[in-house]
Nanobody, 120 residues
Framework: QVQLVESGGGLVQAGGSLRLSCAVS??????MGWFRQAPGNQREFVAT????????YYADSVKGRFTISRDNAKKTMYLQMNSLEPEDTAVYYC???????????????WGRGTQVTISS
């Protein structure tokens, strides 16, 4: 059984930073990633990385502002979010899944999410 628990969400002003964490229990997957869902919108891909962290992929909307990383010894993944904008307001979900060599990521397991709210 895989369990993913997100933490680190909260309320910050535009231009600020947050770091999300995702603790994994059970089986550890080769690839992990983050998705988010804003009110009234569908869930959207944010970022993903492979086992070593040597390959990372980002949505265009967050490229240059967000950094995904992982610490396999701690079984934890992170999402450093800088220069936050009100449009980043969403519930952020941690996932594990499959990442192809072309950067296509398919999540298999999902956490319950953590709320991120950016005030203008």
């Amino acid at each position: 059984q895989v369990q993913l628990v997100e933490s680190g969400g909260g309320l910050v002003q535009a231009g600020g930073s947050l770091r999300l964490s995702c603790a994994v229990s059970g089986r550890t997957f080769y690839a992990m990633g983050w998705f988010r869902q804003a009110p009234g919108n569908q869930r959207e891909f944010v970022a993903t990385l492979n086992w070593s962290g040597s390959s990372t992929y980002y949505a265009d909307s967050v490229k240059g502002r967000f950094t995904i990383s992982r610490d396999n010894a701690k079984k934890t993944m992170y999402l450093q979010m800088n220069s936050l904008e009100p449009e980043d307001t969403a519930v952020y979900y941690c996932t594990t899944g499959i990442l192809t060599g072309s950067g296509s990521y398919s999540p298999t397991y999902w956490g319950r999410g953590t709320q991120v709210t950016i005030s203008s």
